[in-house]
Structure formats: structure tokens, C-alpha cells
């Protein structure tokens, strides 16, 4: 048996954040991880180099049920914090686009770094662990493959339900679930979507296609790349409108942001199809241009065909059949009610000693490295309550 104080149920971003944290404070805390390493999702991140936070990080980059719940907990870890860490350990890193930090080397760089301010704090990890059981008398108490732990505080950290085959599973959710505490009911979210049958026929052979969009869904619009896919569409735009988007719903697609994309065909001496080939050519790719025509061609050339044919191409209406899935969202929405949580502390109301961390809880990032400053600040807010 080992007495702790704080037992840290996960040893991913948010996990390792509230550890380092409370063991600054000097508490005697122990992370358990059931991988046989700790943060594998950072590893994976950004393409390998970690998209670690966004400098433009407000809380209009979160989904919630309570859009301000996680008002405070950002406002007290911020980007800049964050950072300071990153420069401390001499980790490069640059801005791509839009306010994303990425490593400029590689995303390992940030468990090193983790796990060496872990260290700092003596902190404890057990990593490659099975947590067999969860009771709560007096304290809490963990049992483990061949170990049990009592603490007076159990922090749960255990992610989302987002690649599966990485070990995602609904532990947390079932332990909140066992305590009482409310799920806001979860979907994958920044995600990409699968077209109905007659769209897939018409455009899965342009996959690898891309060109800059507005996607729309609900009352969110997003201006990226769309990308098309064997199945449907991916890309930012889709993924950030994916997390707004629900099922049985359309998504609304502007293929020509701010163009007056007709303006040509209007102005041709002799207005027709090679002449409209031209005029999309200019701002789609040419696949995607020729595919258009074909599938959507002006039902004639006077200017109120023209009128509508333009309005199509800014408001292109398609229903997915679906999402691909956990298999391929890069985060999971909804999670523990932040109606059972402090914003605070993140600590349960009803459960004194219960804290629940990063992206179990209900608050999911938009794409741009703001699903980890949360999970920093869900942490760091944890941690600091400890
Ligand atoms: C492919 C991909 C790329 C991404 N890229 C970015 C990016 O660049 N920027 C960004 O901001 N976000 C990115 N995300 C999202 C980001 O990784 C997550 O939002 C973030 O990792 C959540 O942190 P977390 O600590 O809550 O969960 P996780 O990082 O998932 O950590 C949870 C940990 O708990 C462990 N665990 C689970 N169950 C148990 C159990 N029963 N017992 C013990 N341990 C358990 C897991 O093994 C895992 O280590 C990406 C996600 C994916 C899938």
C-alpha cells in the first residue's frame, strides 16, 4: 500500500501539467498511466511537431455546453505561460499560421520536457499500469496491477474516446459515472465527414483535391482548406465546422469566398461552358472546376441563370451521411458536465477531492493547439488547488 496525496489518473497533457503543478506545492503525487509511456497523443501531435498552444487563445475557441466555464482557468494559464516553460528547456519552435506554435524539431522535445519538470517536482509516474478499481472511504483508493493507493485527492486525466486504437476507452467517463457526476453526451469532434452515396459517386475520385472554402455549420463558419477524401472531406474548414455539425444536418460550403465568381462569363463576348471553365479555373483547382460544371452547370447563360449558378457556388448544400469516427476525430466533444465542476479548481461539488482535467471535460478547442492550452490550464488550475 502507498500513501499519497494526490493520485493523477493519466500521464497525457493534462495529467502531467496538474502533477508538476501540485508536486511544486509539494505534494506527494503519483501519475499512473496505463500506456507503456506517458504522453503518446503529444507525441503524435501536429504532425509529430506538437501544436502546442495558439496565441490567440479566447475562450470563442471552445465548445461547451457553458461557453464560459473555462473563462478562468484560461485566464490563469495562459499561451505566455506556457511558452516561458517551452524557452526554460531551449525548445524551438515557430509560428505556422493563424497564432499555432509548433516545435520546430520534434513533438518529444515537450514530454522531455514534462517529464523533466515532473522530476523537478518529484513527482512519480508509473507508467505501462492497469487501474483495476476505484473506491472512496475516508480517501480515495486506487487499486492497481499489484499496487494500491490511498489519496486524499483523485485527479482524472484519462482523455478522450479519440483513437481508439491508441487505448482511448470510457474509464473516466464510467468513473465520473460511478461518483454521480453528469455526462454532457460525447461525440468525435475535428472531424472529417462522409458524403452520401450520390456525392461520393460524383467526387470520391477527387481525393487530394483541396481549395480554400468557408465552411459552415450551426451558426460557425470557418475559412480554410477543404480537402477531398475517398470517403468525403477533411481539411481545416471541415474539421472545424465537423465539431459544429450534427447528424442529419447540412453543411454549407462557399467555394468562392468574396468572389464574384460569375463576373467573367458575364463580361465573355460569347458566354459558355469553356469560358465558365476558365472562370473557376481561377479559383479552383482544375478538377474541381471541370467536376463542378458537370455536376452543376448553369441551366443557361442569361444573367439570372448566372444568378443562381453563382449563388451554388457560394452556398453549396451537402448532408453527410456521417463522421469517420473516433477512428479518425481528433478530439472528443461533449465529457463531464462543467455544471459538476468548478471552473476554478476544476474539483466535482458534489465529490470534495474529485478533479476532472483536459478533454474529458466538456470543453473541446477548436483546431490550433487550443484542445492543449486547455489541457495545460485544466491542469495548472487543478494542480494549484491541490
Ligand atoms: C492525431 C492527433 C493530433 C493532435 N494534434 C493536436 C495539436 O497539434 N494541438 C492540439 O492542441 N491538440 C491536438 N490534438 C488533441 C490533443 O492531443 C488532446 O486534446 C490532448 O492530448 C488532451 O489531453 P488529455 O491529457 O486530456 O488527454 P490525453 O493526452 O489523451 O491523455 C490521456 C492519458 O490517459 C491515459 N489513460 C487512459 N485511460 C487510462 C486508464 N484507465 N488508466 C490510466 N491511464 C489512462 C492515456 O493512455 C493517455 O496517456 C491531437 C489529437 C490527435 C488524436
Known amino acids: 500500500m502507498a500513501n499519497v496525496d494526490v493520485v493523477v489518473l493519466g500521464g497525457g497533457a493534462a495529467g502531467l501539467m496538474c502533477a508538476i503543478e501540485a508536486g511544486k506545492r509539494g505534494r506527494r503525487v503519483v501519475v499512473l498511466e496505463r500506456a507503456e509511456k506517458i504522453g503518446k497523443k503529444i507525441l503524435i501531435s501536429g504532425g509529430g511537431r506538437c501544436n502546442f498552444t495558439n496565441l490567440h487563445c479566447a475562450s470563442r475557441n471552445f465548445l461547451s455546453r457553458n461557453p464560459h466555464f473555462a473563462k478562468s482557468a484560461l485566464a490563469r494559464y495562459t499561451p505566455a505561460d506556457f511558452i516561458a516553460m517551452v524557452d526554460k528547456h531551449e525548445i524551438a519552435y515557430h509560428e505556422k499560421t493563424l497564432g499555432q506554435l509548433f516545435c520546430d524539431h520534434s513533438a518529444s522535445q515537450i514530454v522531455t520536457m514534462l517529464e523533466a519538470e515532473c522530476r523537478a517536482a518529484n513527482v512519480k509516474i508509473v507508467a505501462g499500469t492497469e487501474i483495476r478499481e476505484v473506491s472512496r472511504d475516508t480517501s480515495f483508493v486506487v487499486r492497481s496491477e499489484g499496487q494500491e493507493y490511498h489519496a486524499a485527492a483523485l485527479v482524472v486525466a484519462t482523455g478522450g474516446l479519440s483513437i481508439p486504437k491508441m487505448g482511448a476507452t470510457s ?121 463542378w460544371l458537370e455536376s452543376y452547370p448553369p441551366k ?53 477531492g474529485l478533479f476532472f482535467i483536459g478533454e474529458i471535460v466538456d470543453v473541446t478547442g477548436h483546431l490550433g493547439g487550443f484542445n492543449f492550452q486547455w489541457a495545460w490550464a485544466s491542469g495548472a488550475a487543478a494542480g494549484r488547488a491541490l
Do not use: C
Not at 459544429?244 to 444536418?249: Q, R, S, T
Not at 447563360?301 to 453527410?320: C, G, S, V
Not at 481528433?330 to 465542476?341: F, I, P, R, S
Open 300 to 352: 443557361a447563360w442569361t444573367n439570372a441563370a448566372l444568378d443562381a449558378f453563382e449563388q451554388k457556388l457560394h452556398a453549396w448544400e451537402i448532408r453527410p451521411a456521417g463522421t469517420e469516427g473516433y477512428e479518425k476525430a481528433e478530439v472528443t466533444a461533449g465529457g463531464v458536465d462543467t455544471e459538476e465542476l468548478s471552473s476554478k479548481t476544476m474539483e466535482s461539488h458534489k465529490v470534495r
Open 171 to 291: 474509464f473516466g467517463y464510467d468513473l465520473a459515472r460511478q461518483f454521480g457526476l453528469k455526462i454532457v453526451q460525447t461525440r468525435p469532434a475535428l472531424v472529417p465527414l462522409v458524403f452520401s452515396s450520390a456525392d461520393r459517386k460524383r467526387f470520391s475520385d477527387l481525393a487530394g483535391v483541396s481549395a480554400e472554402v468557408i465552411a459552415s455549420a450551426g451558426k460557425e463558419s470557418f475559412r480554410e482548406k477543404m480537402l477531398f477524401t475517398h470517403k468525403g472531406l477533411s481539411g481545416p474548414a471541415i474539421l472545424q465546422a465537423s465539431s459544429y455539425w450534427k447528424e442529419g444536418e447540412s453543411m454549407r460550403l462557399d467555394l468562392a469566398p468574396e468572389r464574384a465568381a460569375t463576373q467573367k462569363i458575364r463580361k465573355a463576348g460569347t458566354r459558355g461552358m469553356s469560358v465558365a471553365e476558365k472562370a473557376l479555373r481561377e479559383f479552383l483547382p482544375n478538377r474541381l472546376a471541370e467536376r
